[in-house]
């Protein structure tokens, strides 16, 4: 990326400062061996963009169409309804597991506008499901409600079900990736139909046993600048020589460094932080799985282009073995205590040890881990942050996942309010558009005798395009689905 573009999108999102583009461009220009992982800078702050609730995502901005690749460019290209710059999945239909073939089932959506504030809307849905049971015998029925969301969303994103008006008691779980991390990004409802038809696609948690993998540990605590420096830019780097034929390295708290395939000497750095950074007094991590590495010697630099050596920092630099579970229990730990101070609405309702799970199914989607010591795949590198970013930031598929007895010749009504974020396309003031759409069996094993659809505080949006056939003008604010129709849309805008 060219030095100009690089300032505007990070001035755009305001997250790097001028100083920092310098430090930049001299960390970038020195001394490159063969493979160079990541710019250090640019890296982190990218991650700092996703890890700030999706901002480059949201923004929409003119003139970064390659922040939305194989999307629209805003305003006339695509087809209206089904594609957007950042698509945040339809409403999905309730499904079941394991029973419900003799219910019938009534649907209704609730689209609401009660108080819109921003060019940005969110939207209330309020879902409503009549299951009945037409048989002699109670029926006892697993339901599952989908839903797209990323661990890290506020609360008010994953969906509030009750049956009968008591709030049921759901079990979380968890389905793939959407936005292109291990698979093409999802960009339309259609690209759904992979995850929803087939088999129940569920990430496979593993056996927690494979977490015994025992790992060296490289450790920097202790970290201090006395440069009297106001905005202090040491770092200190570790040199070492690694066989990656034989040695697999994950790093926590560190920015970057290089590596020379050919003679196998490598280099990381990490910052010092400043004492009004959340991050500052904390440990940095190396851990190598596999055989050790040699010769490691820690100096310090006054920046990260590592050019002139730092008389007046440094740290303490400990080597020691642990296992790859207590070790990443360490770093998510000290991950989400950052999360949290960064986040106080994030949601985050999974136990540590599932959270442990899904960074372990991470880690073997990248070829980090095996089935075991013995069938070891080893890779260059692998950072912590980079994983946790997807485990807990990237928004994925979900299912809430509940039980209900259903009484012969009786009915149970199960609702689920969430607030939905839009879909966005952006082609300038006049062109916004948020969209919201809702599809009508994808992936459900019901059968629902009818579907309706309401839109409340119609009259505080403008309807720039749709299929449902609203007209708040006339007092058209319902309307009956055909079922036969899988996929229906709502783009609006605030009005005025």
């Not at 029926?139 to 989908?146: A, D, F, Q, R």
């Not at 950072?383 to 209900?404: G, N, Q």
Request: proline share 4%; with cysteine; glycine share 10%.
């Amino acid at each position: 990326m060219k030095r100009e573009k690089a300032k505007l999108l990070f001035e755009a999102i305001g997250l790097i400062r001028e100083e920092t583009i310098e430090e930049t461009q001299a960390a970038l220009q020195r001394r490159r061996r063969p493979g160079l992982r990541r710019a250090a800078v640019l890296a982190a702050c990218f991650c700092l963009a996703l890890a700030a609730g999706g901002i480059i995502r949201n923004l929409g901005l003119v003139g970064f169409p390659f922040l939305f690749p194989g999307g629209r460019t805003g305003g006339g290209g695509g087809q209206t309804g089904t594609s957007y710059m950042s698509y945040m999945g339809p409403v999905f239909p309730l499904s079941a597991r394991d029973g419900g073939e003799g219910l019938t089932v009534t649907r209704s959506t609730d689209f609401g506008f009660s108080n819109p504030r921003d060019r940005q809307l969110q939207c209330q849905i309020t879902e409503e499901y009549v299951l009945t049971n037409p048989g002699e015998a109670a029926e006892t029925v697993t339901l599952l409600y989908p839903f797209a969301a990323a661990l890290s969303d506020e609360a008010k994103y994953f969906p509030a079900l009750c049956a009968d008006g008591e709030a049921l008691e759901a079990e979380l779980l968890m389905g793939p990736v959407t936005d292109g991390v291990t698979t093409d990004p999802v960009r339309s409802w259609e690209d759904y139909r992979g995850f929803l038809e087939g088999e129940l696609p569920l990430t496979a948690l593993r056996d927690p046993g494979l977490m015994d993998l025992p790992v060296t540990v490289y450790e920097i605590g202790g970290m201090y600048d006395d440069s009297g420096e106001k905005r202090p830019t040491s770092v200190l780097n570790l040199e070492f020589t690694a066989d990656f034929s034989r040695t697999a390295i994950l790093t926590f708290r560190f920015n970057g460094g290089s590596n020379d395939l050919e003679t196998g000497r490598c280099d990381r750095h990490t910052d010092i932080r400043e004492h009004t950074n959340p991050e500052w007094g904390e440990s940095a991590f190396l851990l190598v799985l596999g055989e050790d590495i040699e010769g490691c010697e820690m100096k310090a630099w006054t920046n990260a282009a590592l050019e002139t050596p730092a008389e007046r920092a440094g740290g303490t630099l400990r080597r020691y073995t642990s296992t790859l579970e207590e070790m990443l229990a360490r770093a998510l730990e000290a991950e989400l205590r950052l999360f949290m101070s960064q986040n106080a609405d994030g949601n985050l309702n999974l136990s540590h040890e599932r959270l442990l799970e899904l960074t372990l199914a991470r880690m073997e989607e990248l070829g980090l881990t095996g089935e075991g010591p013995g069938s070891f795949t080893y890779r260059s590198e692998g950072f912590l942050e980079d994983i946790f970013t997807v485990v807990l930031r990237h928004r994925r598929l979900m299912y809430a996942r509940f039980t209900l007895t259903i009484p012969a010749g009786e009915s149970i009504t199960v609702t689920a309010e969430y607030m939905k974020q839009p879909s966005i396309d952006f082609g300038g003031r006049e062109a916004y558009r948020n969209g919201y759409d809702l599809v009508t069996k994808l992936g459900s094993e019901l059968s629902f005798t009818t579907q309706e659809a309401s839109l409340s505080g119609g009259e505080k949006v403008e309807i720039v395009d749709q299929n449902f056939g609203f007209d708040p003008a006339k007092g058209i604010t319902r309307v009956t689905l055909d079922p036969e129709k899988e996929h229906y849309y709502l783009d609006v805008r605030l009005r005025g």
